[in-house]
């Protein structure tokens, strides 16, 4: 099992450089790369040398002991856990697919005896690189529905042809009114807040900028786009003043600043019911976004944050309340003061505080995660130590000390295996309790920015619009789906490792 875990580490890491140097975008391995160059080159890198390293030093197979594979048989009998965790892993292996079951670029074009596969590369097709007229990105939508009109070829479209975020159906708009430097509806008195955007007075259905108004003026993120669709420019305003810019290279400065653009408009978004000939099978929201696509990229964003949170919050914790039992004295004692203190501060007003300084719109999921982090390692640490104290009074570390074992080797050997059932049986409740976390931040407002699909958002427009019961509904049984199979998979791993369950004393 050593040796697969070690090859299946390497094929990923390398995956994800070779989709890098070729521009492609590789299901799973792209997301990566998705949170920044640093962090894809980093973790590919890391992941490739903990697949070799695996493969030099650990044995080519767990040596699991009787008492162990008693628990996992134990595991398996207990019917709702193990069945729970079969499906949990089969809603994993469909988020692992990514763009290939949702998305609104096309998985596979035939067009005047060319192929294309504009999924999978990273390079934006135009309309005209398919006979189309305009600059901007293809709509694989519309191609579909040309192409077929005209017979000139083929579109192959993902099961829900919609992105998570920022895609929608044909919009209708109001044209917003200045009147003494704030922005208005036609005949309102008071003045807009809201979301609006300018287009392209050239090409009217391209977007120009979107901005958030607050009482007639600029407030919060305002985004600008290039003509190909690219995100240009993203700056942050208060009260109707630029702050801060951040220029991408999508389009020249200039170029942007002097093109030729419409009044700002307002975007209405009609919810719209499930409509299976529009292939929204659970709806849309306020903003027309598509239910289901943003609850799968949802369920994405929580694998990733799932990954990052036990890596980090299970590995510090693992390491310092082992040594805290072990060593004791003044390791000890220091860590002790040093989680109190930690323990004392208010965890929620401390992210609210930190998200709030960096804002939503510069806010990414490893910053947030990061924040989240810092205070959760701690809970884990106590447990640990109070278990090293016990173990390491046992007769069989003693033994390994009689015969000369390092730290290192008791620690890793002995120690560490025998604390397993603690570890094992508080990941499920973790995993419900980051993704709880996640959604709830979201909710609040103080969560990542609209570019990441987000369960908390959905919650929020679902509120926000109750005669469109479908939103909360939809994203209700989800949500409440995925946390009854984590639950169901932590009782049954707490009572399958549980010593005292099925244990005799004679």
């Not at 499920?428 to 309790?433: H, K, N, R, Y």
Request: aromatic content about 14%.
């Amino acid at each position: 099992m050593n040796r697969k875990l070690s090859i299946i580490a390497i094929t990923l890491g390398s995956l994800a450089i070779l989709g890098r140097l070729c521009h492609l975008l590789i299901p799973t391995v792209a997301w990566f790369f998705s949170m920044g160059p640093e962090f894809g080159w980093i973790s590919s890198l890391v992941m490739i040398a903990g697949g070799v390293l695996g493969l030099l030093f650990l044995p080519r197979e767990i040596r699991w002991t009787p008492v162990t594979l008693q628990r996992f048989r134990r595991f398996r009998s207990i019917g709702r856990g193990w069945w729970s965790f079969r499906i949990l892993l089969a809603l994993v292996a469909v988020a692992m697919l990514d763009q290939a079951i949702v998305g609104k670029r096309a998985l596979l074009v035939r067009c005047d005896g060319k192929t294309y596969f504009p999924a999978f590369a990273e390079k934006r097709y135009q309309a005209q690189d398919f006979g189309l007229p305009g600059e901007q990105e293809a709509n694989y939508r519309e191609l579909k529905k040309v192409l077929r009109k005209e017979q000139r070829g083929f579109v192959l479209m993902p099961i829900v042809p919609w992105d998570p975020v920022l895609d929608s159906d044909t919009l209708q708009s109001i044209t917003l009114e200045q009147r003494d430097g704030q922005w208005f509806k036609p005949g309102d008195k008071t003045p807009f807040s809201g979301r609006a955007r300018t287009s392209y007075v050239d090409a009217p259905t391209l977007k120009h900028t979107d901005t958030r108004f607050r009482k007639g003026v600029p407030d919060g993120e305002s985004l600008g786009y290039a003509k190909n669709g690219g995100l240009a420019v993203s700056a942050f305003y208060k009260a109707g003043v630029k702050e801060r810019e951040k220029w991408t290279g999508e389009m020249p400065q200039a170029e942007f600043e002097q093109a030729a653009v419409t009044p700002y408009e307002m975007t209405i978004y009609p919810p719209i019911p499930p409509l299976w000939k529009a292939q929204h099978y659970l709806g849309t929201d306020s903003k027309g976004w598509d239910v289901l696509a943003q609850i799968f990229g949802g369920w994405q964003v929580n694998l990733k944050a799932i990954v990052l949170y036990l890596a980090f919050t299970y590995g510090v914790g693992l390491i310092i309340g082992s040594l805290m039992g072990f060593l004791g004295g003044v390791f000890d004692i220091t860590f002790q003061r040093i989680i109190e203190i930690i323990e004392e501060l208010p965890f929620l007003y401390i992210v609210m505080i930190v998200v709030s300084i960096i804002t939503v719109a510069e806010m990414n999921l490893v910053i947030l995660l990061g924040v989240i982090c810092l205070f959760s390692w701690t809970s884990l640490t106590y447990s640990l130590r109070a278990l090293a104290y016990k173990e390491k009074e046992r007769d069989y570390i003693a033994a390994a000390r009689l015969q000369g074992a390092s730290t290192w080797r008791i620690l890793t050997r002995y120690l560490l295996p025998n604390m397993l059932a603690t570890v094992v049986t508080n990941v499920p409740f973790s995993v419900a309790g980051i993704i709880s976390s996640l959604t709830a931040l979201a909710f609040l407002g103080f969560g990542l920015p609209e570019t990441y699909p987000q369960w908390g958002w959905l919650f929020d427009d679902g509120i926000n619009h109750l005669s469109a019961l479908w939103i909360s509904v939809s994203m209700f049984a989800a949500m409440v789906f995925i946390l009854l199979l984590v639950t169901f998979v932590g009782e049954a791993l707490r009572e399958a490792f549980d010593p005292k369950k099925f244990t005799t004393y004679q």
